[in-house]
């Protein structure tokens, strides 16, 4: 139990950035109108591509005997990568709707 307060309590700045994030992140998707959110997940795969790129370069300078460390990267880039194709595939789908028809 000490040890976990100890985290907290050395990394309080960091856990007030990830708690105002999501707060922000909440506000700013649910104020934008429902036809506007594909070509805002189109903005949102190039910021994953750069959590991908992030948890790369984490994941190669961790110790390889922490697991919890490696876990986490990989979960990190597999679940941006996952949000990536994603993005793409809805947004290819989107503009597949504004071509003309032959």
Known sequence: ME????????????IYFVILSVFVGVEVIGGVPSVLHTPLMSGA??????????????MLNV???????LS???LAVL????????GFVVTDR???????KK
């Open 3 to 14: 040890t976990i307060l100890s985290f907290f309590s050395d990394n309080k700045e960091m």
């Open 45 to 58: 795969n190039a910021i994953h591509g750069v959590v991908i790129v992030g948890a790369i370069h984490v």
């Open 63 to 69: 110790d390889p005997t922490d697991m919890l460390a």
């Open 72 to 74: 986490l990267g990989f």
């Open 79 to 86: 679940l941006g990568t996952l949000n990536v194709v994603g």
């Open 94 to 100: 989107m503009l597949e709707m504004f071509k003309k």
